[in-house]
């Protein structure tokens, strides 16, 4: 098999790099370890940013998701029994997020390129990137038993944060910046209305918990919990007696209750793989970098890759200049270490941690004092959330 881009892993990255090459006239393989049912049920990312809901619509793929996702136009932070909502249009000159789970961002793209596409091969298991500085990469892989190769003119990783694509590069070249937290989340997804219009982050002494959604009649909700917590640890009435506690106001706001349908515990990780390119070699999205979820970066850094890396083909493509390919890993790191920045406030201005002293918890709330009495903190955390520019 032979095809100018080889795709390692069908999750957004990849799926939308897909969908973007083929609009651009550019073939592509995709080769992903899992089975189509799985890729479209896995629970993740819930928030687009407003770049990511245009690259979606342009490409092609917004049909569903200008009838279906939930432009939402701020945020509550609750902390102190207090709310105070950011209002994103107002200070950011008009942007907003929207609401559409990752589940349905790949369904859609997955019957698109099955439709309209190149080959989207499930259970395509790739075991080595070969060749990467050499004009003539090649993807060695395992597919119904039998293995094979992909001989492409560039690889691109977007194999998630366990993929195979970025142990091609020679450990000499690479730096990796890296942090973990002493926490995780516990996330639920429960089949009752949610109980607030907008995302409600909250901040207590207890811990973080997070209210968002899926839908209009599908709320999903996280919990701070232990590093290592088991979600079978944690009883149905038991999640909502302490979320309960950890959004409670002085007003008369009250969580409703519904049957849990998922519950699954989730680790949080910061993580720069530098660099993002080694000669045909690409990374992109999580294979790349990780971000601990409380910004809502991970799914959108990922398009802004995908976005960059299509754009620079197609100008090299069209003007035989390779410049933006080789500006690609310094191109992406810089938004990346932005939103790295952007998560990494979010998470620490929320979660208690286990050794937090005193003061901590009152700089925490001072913090939160600041983002609700000033406009120009609160600019700032209404641009990071939706969105720094791509490319
Ligand atoms: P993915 O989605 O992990 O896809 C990688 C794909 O590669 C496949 N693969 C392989 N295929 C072939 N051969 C191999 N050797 C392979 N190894 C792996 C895998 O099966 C998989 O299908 O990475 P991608 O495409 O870079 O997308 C990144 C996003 O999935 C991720 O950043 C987000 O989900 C993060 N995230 C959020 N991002 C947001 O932008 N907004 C959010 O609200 C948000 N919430 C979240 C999140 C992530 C969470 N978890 C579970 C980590 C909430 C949670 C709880
Ligand atoms: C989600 O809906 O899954 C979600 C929303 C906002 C976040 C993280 C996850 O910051």
Request: with cysteine; aromatic share 8%.
């Amino acid at each position: 098999m032979r095809t100018t881009v080889g795709i390692i892993g069908a999750g957004p990255a990849g799926l939308l790099l897909a969908r973007l090459l083929h609009n651009a006239g550019i073939d592509s393989v995709v080769l992903e370890s899992r089975d189509r049912a799985y890729v479209e049920q896995r629970q993740r990312a819930g928030i687009l940013e407003q770049g990511t809901v245009d690259v979606l619509r342009a490409a092609g793929a917004g049909e569903r998701m200008d009838r279906e996702g939930l432009r939402h136009d701020g945020i509550e932070l609750r902390y102190d029994r207090k709310r105070h909502r950011v209002d994103f249009p107002a200070l950011t000159g008009g942007r907003s997020v929207t609401v559409y789970a990752q589940t349905e961002v790949c369904k859609d793209l997955i019957a698109l390129q099955l439709k309209e596409g190149g080959p989207l091969l499930f259970e395509a298991e790739a075991l080595a990137v070969e060749g990467a500085d050499t004009d003539s990469p090649r993807i060695r892989f395992r597919h119904e038993g039998r293995e094979d190769v992909l001989d492409c003119d560039y690889v691109v990783g977007c194999d998630g944060s366990w993929g195979v694509a970025r142990k091609a590069i020679p450990s000499e070249l690479v730096r990796v910046f890296e942090r973990t937290y002493p926490f995780g989340w516990l996330g639920i997804l429960a089949d009752v209305p949610p109980s607030h219009d907008e995302l409600v982050y909250a901040r207590h002494d207890r811990g973080f918990a997070l209210l968002s959604m899926r839908s209009p009649s599908v709320s999903r909700l996280y919990l701070q919990v232990p590093e290592g917590t088991d979600a079978a640890e944690w009883g149905d009435e038991e999640i909502w007696d302490e979320l309960e506690r950890r959004f409670e106001t002085d007003d008369d706001w009250t969580l409703e209750r519904g049957p849990i349908t998922q519950k699954s515990v989730t680790p949080m990780r910061s993580y720069v793989h530098e660099p993002m390119r080694h000669g045909r070699l690409f990374l992109a999205g999580d294979a790349a970098h990780i971000v601990p979820p409380t910004g809502a970066k991970g799914l959108n850094l990922a398009v802004g890759d995908v976005v960059t890396f299509a754009g620079a083909l197609t100008y090299q493509k069209e003007t035989g200049s390779a410049e933006l390919l080789d500006a690609y890993s310094e191109t992406c790191l810089r938004r990346v270490w932005q939103a790295e920045r952007f998560s990494y406030d979010m998470t620490t201005l929320l979660h208690r941690a286990p050794d937090a002293t005193p003061f901590e918890d009152r700089l925490q709330i001072a913090r939160l004092e600041r983002l609700a009495s000033s406009e120009a903190a609160e600019t700032d955390l209404a641009e990071g959330y939706t969105g720094f520019p791509f490319g």
